[in-house]
């Protein structure tokens, strides 16, 4: 029993209980407030991501018949200390993994007619999924390197003091200076080892990578396991993949990542086939 188990495996009428599986409307759909805010007396707020809590949700179903309540009864019952898959069928499609975090308390409204109000589901981080959110145009955010004080988002570690630059793309043409998406973090000469870090709570992740013939090598590792080598001076992985990461002209897609803070880095790892050893690290597209 863990998230190949559905809620509401079908969008409409389900001849096994008699009824449509999914929630009455007018349930509500929570976004998590992970976030702390430090209110500075002089300058530019600061916020950070303290918590790796995911949506929540509450349910009413309305005059529905005994064998709903009785699947209700059950997904909570028997998922106390485990996680279930629910589908948000008029919301793109997406899984969301998680438990009932309060009773089912069914009103008898009519005869065979029960509803159950306020009924709370809620994300379980590092929970499994079946499907994991993969839709970057409509449920992601952008992490640029720099925010929109122009202070940096990314965290940077190298064996030289200050080899680590915020610069402007140079592959856009007349970027803007006091564009915060303009720029990047540039590595010319780093030593192996060297990286640069950015953590965020969500699933999976983009970084797209500009190709040059300076740059090159750079492993990529989040929360601290191997993901991949990319070869900067091409673009290409060096390598095999692992299932749900794809590279494709610069461009790093992973998708099978459950809810948690995660922490991505890129560390340079060896010189790219031109020759060239700079690093770089790019703004970081998050689903959320």
């Given at each position: ?204 992740f983009q970084m ?25 001076s091409t673009g ?34 060896a010189a790219g ?16």
């Amino acid at each position: 029993m863990a998230e190949t188990d559905i809620l509401n495996p079908v969008r409409t009428w389900w001849s096994q209980i008699n009824d449509n599986p999914n929630p009455s409307y007018g349930y509500t759909r929570r976004s998590a407030n992970n976030s702390a805010l430090a209110r500075a007396r002089l300058g530019a707020p600061y916020s950070r991501e303290t918590m790796n809590q995911g949506f929540a949700f509450e349910f009413n179903y309305v005059d529905r018949p005994w064998s709903t309540i009785l699947r209700l009864k059950h997904f909570y019952e028997s998922f106390k200390g485990g996680y279930f898959t629910y589908i948000d069928w008029d919301g793109g499609g997406r899984h969301h993994v998680g438990r009932f975090t309060s009773p089912v308390n069914p009103m008898e409204t009519a005869n065979n007619k029960y509803t159950v109000q306020a009924l709370v589901f809620e994300e379980m981080p590092q929970s499994r999924m079946v499907q994991y959110p993969a839709d970057f145009a409509n449920w992601s955010r952008t992490i640029n390197v720099l925010d929109d004080f122009l202070n940096p988002t990314v965290a940077t570690y190298s064996s030289s003091a200050g080899a680590w630059i915020s610069q402007l793309n140079p592959a856009l043409s007349s970027p803007s200076a006091t564009d915060p998406t303009a720029y990047e973090i540039y590595n010319a000469t780093p030593t192996i080892g060297d990286y640069a870090q950015v953590q965020y709570v969500g699933w999976g992740f983009q970084m797209n990578f500009r190709r040059d013939n300076s740059l090159g090598q750079v492993a990529i590792l989040v929360d601290g396991a191997a993901c991949c080598v990319i070869d900067l001076s091409t673009g290409a992985a060096v390598g095999s993949l692992p299932t749900g990461v794809t590279v494709s002209n610069g461009l790093l897609t992973s998708i099978e990542m459950p809810l948690d803070m995660h922490r991505v880095k890129v560390q340079a790892y060896a010189a790219g086939a031109n020759g060239g050893s700079g690093a770089i690290y790019p703004a970081i597209t998050v689903i959320v």
